[in-house]
T-cell receptor, first 114, second 111 residues
């Protein structure tokens, strides 16, 4: 089976712009979670989607939003970019919802905000 | 109460030695404790996980030790190899809630 794919792999944007990141989960997986990874901060949970519904949400401002399509592919959008949004954004898929289901991560999208 | 504290931040171990990474949590409702391994340019991958009904779980050279009363768990890598050089993350969660992650430990195994 193909793994989790994320596009694009790298992005450079300027403050105030918006960006959309895409994640294709492993075939058959219905849950997609998004994380922000910054040096020294570990992984910060953004949100989880299961069967097109947002199931859990982390403590991020409303500028961060997401959605999931009927084929389980997911997109994450960040509006009005700030310098502090520079990070590696990881997507993980799992068969079902709930943290005990093993999460399989993609390679991430490296976002740089100038 | 939602935090998972991981130490050390970085660790250098000689080839063949034992690498030990520690994590502490506060929320006694947590019931799932995985460790993930991340190589540069890759996303994290599940290495080994434990539930609080056992005190130790071993898979090959990797062992999780779990101390429920102290609210601590640790990862031991026996006979550490250069290929083990990576960043390791501990995490914890309660059922059907998202994982809470430690800040990560960068492990370097010196040949």
């Amino acid at each position: 089976k193909a793994g989790v794919t994320q596009t694009p792999r790298y992005l450079i944007k300027t403050r105030g712009q918006q960006v959309t990141l895409s994640c294709s989960p492993i075939s058959g997986h219905r849950s997609v979670s998004w994380y922000q990874q910054t040096p020294g901060q570990g992984l910060q949970f953004l949100f989880e989607y299961f069967s097109e519904t947002q199931r859990n949400k982390g403590n991020f401002p409303g500028r961060f939003s997401g959605r999931q399509f009927s084929n389980s592919r997911s997109e994450m959008n960040v509006s009005t970019l700030e310098l502090g949004d520079s990070a590696l954004y990881l997507c993980a898929s799992s068969l079902g919802s709930g943290s005990a289901d093993t999460q399989y991560f993609g390679p991430g999208t490296r976002l740089t905000v100038l | 109460q939602q935090q998972v504290k991981q130490s050390p931040q970085s660790l250098i171990v000689q080839k063949g030695g034992i690498s030990i990474i520690n994590c502490a949590y506060e929320n006694t409702a947590f019931d799932y404790f995985p460790w993930y391994q991340q190589f540069p340019g890759k996303g994290p991958a599940l290495l080994i996980a434990i539930r609080p009904d056992v005190s130790e779980k071993k898979e090959g050279r990797f062992t999780i030790s779990f101390n429920k009363s102290a609210k601590q768990f640790s990862l031991h890598i026996m006979d550490s190899q250069p290929g083990d050089s990576a960043t390791y993350f501990c995490a914890a969660s309660k059922s059907n809630y998202q994982l809470i992650w430690g800040a990560g430990t960068k492990l370097i195994i010196k040949p």
